[in-house]
Nanobody, 122 residues
């Protein structure tokens, strides 16, 4: 799977951004798509995931009620709508794919897109 993420930028605290990740290269029926983020000096952190079929989702607690992961099967694209952004959301955001639903471990994800920078100013 080839992945391309985009949509990051600079936003003030309380603002919103929508990240997109376009996927290509294989069928996706068994694939789970996820978003991770990595802040400077910190480990890569799972944010959310979604199955291509059924749309089952998983979120980390710190983004529940603020972020929404979704997918457009026709466009082979997933999205991360981020609302009520906080400075601590500042990071490089990556999309990735796995065939293991429910996992949050980066090592279980075998394809990665390039990161997109999200910066939230206070």
């Amino acid at each position: 799977v080839q992945l391309q993420a985009f949509g990051g930028g600079l936003v003030q605290a309380g603002g919103s951004l929508r990240l997109s990740c376009a996927a290509s290269g294989r069928t996706f029926s068994s694939v789970v798509m996820g978003w991770f983020r990595q802040a400077p000096g910190k480990e890569r952190e799972f944010v959310a995931s979604i199955t291509w079929t059924g749309g089952r989702t998983v979120y980390i607690n710190s983004v529940k009620e603020r972020f929404t992961i979704s997918r457009d099967n026709a466009k082979n694209t997933i999205y991360l709508q981020m609302n009520s952004l906080k400075p601590e959301d500042t990071a490089i955001y990556y999309c990735a794919s796995t065939e293991r639903f429910g996992t949050r471990y980066p090592g279980d994800f075998d394809s990665w897109g390039q990161g997109t920078q999200v910066t939230v100013s206070s």
